[in-house]
């Protein structure tokens, strides 16, 4: 019996086969038939749950930064993409992460609309406080608590970055298409 598995049947002892299946999301049959090693599917697969919940083995998400290696194996599976964070999930494990073991898909590239305001049509004003509010929301929601926040305001940040510099490029070509150098 590998080490992996004598971990796997180590927690199932104490904590009882149903909830170590809970846990690595499996069923408790998978759990029996690892520890008695007649488990006929993905070894590999389920020595990385194990190693991810049970032996602190972790990897760096480009998402969510570093998390176990169970959690990453669950986010391969997700398909659930209304959630802003489970769809870059979703993106990020099909193009090219390299601890996915999803095949590579080819991803549409965003173009970018230019919107045209007039006095009467101009876009609503950013509020701080909505902001973070929504992200908090989201992050409790995610369950990824402060670390998720922080990677979120992260990401609010870098948008307003470019939203401001853009403000700034913009002014100063007006400024220089009404005052040319002579």
């Known amino acids: 019996m590998s080490k992996w598995q004598q971990i796997l049947a180590e927690q199932a002892n104490e904590h009882g086969q149903e909830a170590v299946a809970k846990n690595l999301g499996v069923s408790k049959t998978v759990i029996s038939q690892l520890i008695n090693s007649k488990y006929p599917g993905d070894l590999q697969r389920m020595k990385k749950l194990v190693e991810g919940a049970y032996m602190h083995r972790t990897v760096v998400c480009p998402i969510m930064g570093e998390i176990p290696l169970h959690q990453c194996d669950k986010h391969q599976n997700n398909t659930?993409?209304?959630?802003?964070?489970?769809?870059?999930l979703y993106r990020a494990c099909r193009s090219g992460c390299p601890h996915s073991t999803l095949p590579e898909q080819k991803q549409f590239k965003r173009i970018a609309i230019q919107a045209n305001f007039s006095a009467s049509d101009a876009p609503k004003r950013y509020s701080a406080d909505a902001a973070y509010n929504r992200l908090e929301r989201q992050?409790?929601?995610?369950?990824?608590?402060?670390?998720?926040?922080?990677?979120l305001l992260k990401q609010e940040?870098?948008?307003?970055?470019?939203?401001?510099?853009?403000l700034i490029q913009q002014q100063a070509a007006r400024r220089q298409h009404e005052h040319p150098k002579n």
């Open 80 to 88: 659930v993409t209304s959630n802003p964070i489970k769809l870059r």
């Open 139 to 151: 992050s409790q929601t995610d369950g990824g608590g402060v670390r998720q926040l922080c990677s």
């Open 157 to 166: 940040l870098k948008a307003l970055e470019l939203r401001y510099n853009k």
